[in-house]
């Protein structure tokens, strides 16, 4: 894959090329294997391979079957079968049972198995399948899957348990992020500087470093990507807790997002099928769809205001007269009924799938006290030991039970005794079986009355909440008034007048975290010339301030829609130099955090 024309285009543009880049990779191993075949993929990467390839990259590529990777056999008699999985070695017995099943089936010789680890291959999976008795009927290849494009400033590694296996000790997603920065220098340019947030970015950036110096990759002079942020998501464990507010960040608190499709319901979009059951239909939510990207980071009172703004316009549009149009001005208008005919499909959706979500926010109040209580703790720091006991007692949902119970601890700390108490009252209600579960909670520091944070410090050093931009365009608004730790944190980094005695007692006295700046060119004769002129050239300082910077944010244990429309709207800002990418190992929110913490 050639590195990018950086001259003539942007990262914005050209994420894409990312996507290309897997492409030909994926080509020129299946091209190796002749004739056709069939490819299986692991359930876990099934998702995030179909945003890279099309059904005709399959058929140009002569896959004639695929499908998710189980332990049944597949019909299909005689070829080569290939298998994408994760390097986990809990997918090895996955492997070996299907291989078992299809051998069982179609008798041995009739395929040959080619297995590629994604995103790389580990030693411990290639003894697991020897002690499976399968590895002699594979060949092993290794696919470096790593970051895939959901939208063009948006990137996951998708790696749904990452905060988990981080709280546990377990640091291999951690050369992985190191891997896929290398990834994206060598598409978009070397990067100038990386800041750092937390324990498991240090961690990164060493890991980086040693990557540096071990290869002699070529990368472009000239880097799109100017700074890069990484993000240790123990830093803020408060965002994920609380309930997006967004338009996008509420359908994911409901629905659930998964790799940018929404699967729901047809009923809900007034839609019916055969078999009602079972069957989903399934929405891509991202910019190629005009009408989304503009209500998606707008908090959810606006995006309802929106909806009914957008529907007057559109009507007002069909009704209007066109008789004494020119041949131009009807070209136009044309153009405008098109763009307004797939706009209005896409507002019917939307307004269905809305009206539908306010239902089940209103439904039984719980959802609504949750989020007027996650505020006023937000606000005044508001005790709310009694609620949580009503919603215990209430038999509310116990992934939200665990995720209130776990905000609250965060947020009040020094509780010991009512932390107890309440503890015991989960117990009572949900039974003892779930002890283990509380420890576990406890162990990772998501229940605690200990907090590594002093929240109340840091709401007023960094004016996290604001009243009067809850609804406004901007990084308050997603929490109606309050910004998100995380993202302020990275607003100070990038904000050259920044306070520095309060960014420096807000990271180590009030998150009790570390953070460093690391200058990728710090050897380079050029780069120091470069900053000694830049001090004696205030213009051209200017000239470069008024340009479109690009910052990666790389969050490491996950990041929420939430804090991703912080981000947009932060660039947006017309005082804001830098346009946003952002990376992450996933897209979480509170419930996903604390099942994949918990295992369920």
């Avoid at 990507?225 to 338009?247: A, F, G």
């Avoid at 953070?515 to 004696?536: A, C, D, L, Q, R």
Wanted: hydrophobic letters at 35%.
């Amino acid at each position: 894959m050639n590195i990018l024309d950086l001259e003539n285009s942007t990262v914005l543009d050209n994420i894409g090329i990312i996507r290309e880049d897997y492409q030909e990779q994926l080509s020129k191993y299946f091209r190796k294997i002749r004739g056709d075949k069939a490819l299986l993929i692991d359930p876990d990467l099934f998702g995030s391979l179909l945003m890279i390839v099309s059904n005709e990259f399959f058929r140009k590529n002569n896959i004639i079957v695929q499908q998710s990777l189980s332990s049944k056999p597949i019909n299909y008699e005689e070829g080569p079968i290939l298998i994408l999985v994760r390097t986990e070695i809990q997918k090895m017995n996955l492997v070996s049972s299907f291989i078992k099943e299809q051998e069982k089936k179609n008798g041995k010789n009739k395929h040959k198995y080619h297995l590629f680890f994604v995103p790389h291959q580990e030693i411990l999976c290639e003894k697991a399948l020897e002690t499976l008795g399968v590895r002699q009927l594979v060949t092993l290849y290794e696919f470096d899957l790593d970051l895939f494009p959901l939208d063009q400033d948006l990137l996951t590694m998708s790696r749904n348990s990452s905060f988990a296996s981080l709280s546990q000790g377990d640091p291999e997603i951690l050369s992985d992020v190191a891997k896929s920065l290398k990834k994206l220098e060598y598409l978009f340019g070397q990067f100038e500087e990386i800041c750092w947030l937390g324990k498991n970015s240090k961690l990164v950036l060493q890991i980086y470093e040693n990557l540096q110096s071990k290869r002699n990759t070529h990368t472009s002079e000239n880097s799109q990507i100017k700074k890069v942020i990484l993000v240790d998501r123990t830093i803020d464990l408060i965002t994920p807790l609380l309930t997006q507010q967004t338009y996008e960040g509420m359908v994911d608190e409901i629905y659930g997002i998964e790799n940018s499709i929404l699967e729901i319901d047809p009923r809900i979009v007034g839609k019916q099928t055969q078999n009602q059951e079972d069957q989903k239909i399934r929405f891509a939510l991202n910019s190629n769809d005009s009408f989304f990207q503009g209500i998606r980071d707008l908090n959810w009172i606006s995006a309802i205001k929106t909806f009914k703004l957008k529907s007057k316009s559109i009507s007002q549009l069909y009704a209007s007269s066109n008789d004494d149009r020119t041949i131009k001005e009807l070209k136009q208008f044309i153009h405008d009924v098109q763009t307004s005919r797939d706009e209005t499909i896409s507002l019917k959706n939307h307004i269905s799938i809305s009206e539908h979500a306010q239902k089940s926010i209103d439904k039984g109040t719980i959802m609504r006290e949750i989020i007027q209580n996650e505020l006023s703790m937000l606000v005044e720091s508001v005790v709310f030991f009694d609620f949580i006991k009503y919603i215990i007692y209430d038999e509310e949902n116990m992934i939200k039970v665990l995720r209130f119970m776990c905000l609250h601890s965060l947020i009040h700390p020094g509780k010991a005794k009512q932390l107890s108490e309440i503890k015991k009252e989960f117990l009572f209600e949900y039974g003892f079986k779930y002890l283990p579960m509380l420890q576990h909670l406890e162990k990772i520091g998501l229940l605690t009355d200990n907090p590594n944070v002093n929240f109340s410090g840091l709401r007023n050093l960094l004016k996290l909440y604001n009243e009067d931009q809850a609804l406004t365009i901007g990084p308050h608004t997603v929490f109606s008034g309050y910004k998100p730790i995380s993202i302020s944190l990275v607003q100070q980094i990038l904000d050259k007048k920044k306070n520095l005695k309060n960014f420096n007692k807000a990271t180590k006295n009030y998150l009790k975290t570390e953070y460093g700046e690391y200058n990728v060119n710090k050897n380079n004769e050029e780069t120091e010339k470069s900053e000694e002129e830049e001090k004696g050239n205030e213009e051209e300082k200017k000239e470069e301030i008024d340009t479109n910077k690009v910052c990666l944010v790389y969050f490491i244990g996950g990041v929420t829609y939430g804090e991703i429309s912080a981000l947009r709207m932060l660039s947006q800002q017309s005082t804001f130099e830098y346009n946003f990418v952002i990376a992450t190992t996933n897209i979480i929110n509170g419930d996903q955090m604390i099942k994949s913490c918990l295992n369920l």
